[in-house]
């Protein structure tokens, strides 16, 4: 017994001391990694954009309904790579010798949008290229990502994994457009939710009362949805085309503020769906981290023994939150359907859920920095659409496959560590 | 962090003397007959809501038992379908077995079935024992690289196996789409992204092809066979698999036992990866004689359905992929002849994993006295 118990202190203290020596050291290779990294993509604009471009480019502002017109910017396209890349060069120079240390995140995310202007610019070069019409298109596609996002927060903050998100949008985007087509829009959008609620819940029985693994049930509840949408539209949507053609949400027009240039049509001028999204990212972040009840589902979801202890129903906690997460999910399903073309596709939703979860990952599992993740996921998308109209000589599939690197690169850690709630994934047995 | 599913001592002792022991018998064997059945009674509840009679979703059942053992064509249609099953649910079951969540399956059959068929076109003139063994070996080098990542990421940077493998499995998807428009691999005169035809010594022999040139069955069933052969040989009668188990099982009384956590989960997924490479070149080199995209035709992600259904067993793999080939082959026979879709098969199999993975549902809507255990994998992203 002594034995066994002497050396227990003197070796957890030798650990502790080679994790900080440890830390620094893997600080500095962060620090080197990236730096390098801004340098390639500095090199890059540097070496392959300004050769293939000539003249200006020409970036469109405003569409022809707008109020205000703004001229359309034009820039010459040599110099102002030259300037973008020189900025990429700066920054990546300083990271690679100094760092930014606890600026590090922010400098990041400043380099890759001088990396994305610089993108336009070089596609944008000797043609008109609708930048206006490229950032509406961002927020649009944005809007399931950054719900899916959230869907996965409220799951997880309370300690269940959700990886079902995938699933809970294609059964939203289902039964909103069946009962959009039987009972309008509304009744539409409100089937969708409470669809990703009874999805919801099916991981919480399973999860919380049978203790199944939670990773086995999101798969489970991405395949059964797949499975029975398809099911459901072969057999019944072919036959009978009018349960398959539901009204869509028309963009609504938020008086003045819709008018104002860029701005506007980007965020005042889109239709409820998108609204939804702001008002449930603002409110959940609200209801998160200023009231009683996110406090109770963040101590469950970091430690529900503690919780357990001073009174709280984990399970109930546990319940409500994943509940209310798949009603995200499903509101974030109509997008597709109501929000977008009036009509459901076999699996329509496209791996969106997934990135959706990418999306919560990237933004540390806070609303806010995952609609900022969603924000970037949207813009790969849009922009992705825009070079495949413009014909550029970039394939689309390695735009298509950025957001899940970045994720990659994010769970690795190679650019700062984000944590994941510390109960998150583990059943939770009342002693 | 509580691992309920170690392996018990009866599951140790190999798949025969499993059978032979009633110790067990009620989970290996009853828990799964019960799920499947009464998935398949939820799959009659679900064709009459689409709006069938009774009769018509027993004609649709009768179509589906035709299609998978009705006639040799149908068995070999089977085989066939369970052929790249069994080796996605290695691939599964043995990451399982390491207390790894493989959900990466469908990216390491892409990439590893995109190598399999570039050394089928790419290379002429070989014998077929050189050719195919080689086109083999590249599907499984293929495989294992992309199971290499998630292996390495998690070992030396903590990085959640499951997050990475479902980011990998879409990086490959779209790696295909890219590589099936390049010249090197797009078939001459076409625009649609489809690859260039595998070298007839490097196809897998059909078995029955001298009875029936219809009858597709291939050598790939042998692979198979030999892999789960191999695999449970690996897990319980080698220092090696003892490792992956006993990682499994607790990674920090293996890591204080002197085993390399490191090693075990690079090694693991590795293999892993390479499973699944290989059920993709068998596909590739067995069925397609091509790749298109997204050939993996979500066989990847059955492979969890067949692992959890057998158990993480070899044997019990094979014997789960058989079934669920069935149901695919006589979803085919069943969507012809009876109309019904064939994603009703979809649906039964998620069901069935529902009943597998949580027992409880089913000891107590028979009221059996067996102890319910739920299975617990994965950890979560935290730990």
Known sequence: ????????????????????????????????????????????????????????????????????????????????????????????????????????????????????????????????????????????????????????????????????????????????????????????????????????????????????????????????????????????????????????????????????????????????????????????TYLLFRTRWGLRTRAVGENPKAADSLGVSVAKVRYLAVIYGGMVGGFAGAWFTLGSVGRFDENMTGGRGFIGLAAMIFGAWNPIGAFLAALIFGFSESLQQKFALLDIPIPSEFLAMAPYLVTIVVVAGVVGRVRPPAADGQPYEKQ | MTVTQTPTEAEQRGFVQQLTTSVNWRTGLLIPFLAVVTALLIGIVLIMLTGSSFGQAMDAYAALLQGSVGSVKAISETLTAATPLILAGLSVAIAFRAGLFNIGGEGQMLVGGMCAVFVGFSITGLPIYVHLPLALLAGFIGGAIWGF?????????????????????????????????????????????????????????????????????????????????????????TTTGFEFRAVGANPNAARY???????????????????????????????????????????????????????????????????????????????VSADVGIDLIAVIQALIIIFVAAPALITALYRLKTPAVSTQISKGWAS
Not at chain 1, 8 to 20: H, N
Not at chain 1, 228 to 234: H, P
Not at chain 2, 273 to 285: D, E, K
């Open chain 1, 1 to 284: 017994m002594n034995q066994a118990s002497a050396p227990a202190p003197r070796e957890s203290y030798e650990l502790t001391g080679k994790r900080t020596k440890e830390l620094t050291k893997r600080q500095i290779r962060k620090a080197r990694i990236s730096g390098v990294v801004l340098l390639l993509l500095s090199g890059l604009v540097m070496l392959v954009f300004v050769p293939a471009v000539s003249g200006v480019s020409t970036f469109g502002l405003s569409t022809p309904d707008d109020a205000i017109q703004l001229d359309s910017l034009a820039v010459p396209s040599a110099g102002s790579l030259w300037v973008l890349s020189s900025v990429l060069a700066f920054l990546g120079a300083t990271q690679f010798f100094r760092g930014f240390q606890g600026k590090t995140t922010i400098i990041l995310g400043i380099s890759f949008g001088v990396f994305a202007i610089a993108l336009m610019v070089w596609a944008a070069s000797g043609q008109e290229f609708s930048l206006i019409s490229m950032l509406v298109a961002t927020v649009a596609r944005s809007t399931p990502i950054a719900l899916g996002a959230l869907s996965g927060i409220l799951c997880e903050r309370s300690g269940v994994v959700n990886i079902g998100i995938e699933g809970m949008l294609l059964g939203g985007a289902f039964t909103g457009v069946v009962m959009g087509s039987l009972l309008g829009g509304w009744i539409g959008l409100l089937s969708a939710t409470l669809t990703g609620g009874v999805l919801a819940l099916l991981l919480a029985v399973l999860a919380v009362k049978f203790r199944v693994d939670q990773i086995i049930i999101g798969v489970v509840i991405n395949i059964l949805v797949l499975g029975l949408t398809s099911f459901l539209t072969a057999q019944v949507l072919v036959k009978k085309p009018e349960l398959n053609d539901a009204p869509i949400f028309a963009a609504v027009k938020i008086p003045i503020l819709g008018d104002i240039p860029i701005i506007g049509p980007m965020f005042f001028d889109q239709t409820i769906i998108v609204y939804g999204m702001f008002i449930l990212i603002g409110s959940v």
């Open chain 2, 149 to 237: 990542i998630p292996g390495i990421l998690k070992a030396k940077t903590g990085a959640h196996e499951v997050i990475v493998t479902i980011m990998l499995n879409y990086i490959a998807l779209r790696l295909v789409d890219f590589f099936l428009k390049t010249e090197l691999f797009q078939r001459e005169g076409r625009n649609d992204p489809v690859s260039k035809t595998v070298e007839a010594s490097a196809q897998l022999t059909q078995l029955l092809g001298w009875m029936n040139p219809a009858l597709r069955v291939h050598l790939g069933l042998i692979v198979a066979l030999i892999a789960a052969g191999v695999i449970n040989w690996l897990l319980f009668r």
């Open chain 2, 257 to 335: 036992a002197g085993m390399s956590i490191t090693k075990v989960y690079v090694l693991v997924m590795m293999i892993a990866g390479g499973l699944a490479g290989l059920a993709g070149s068998g596909q590739i080199l067995g069925v397609l004689d091509r790749a298109t995209p997204g050939f993996s035709s979500n066989i990847g992600f059955d492979g969890i359905a067949v692992a959890l259904l057998g158990r993480s067993n070899p044997w019990g793999v094979v014997a789960a992929a058989v079934l669920f080939g069935g149901l695919r082959a006589g979803g085919q026979q069943m969507q």
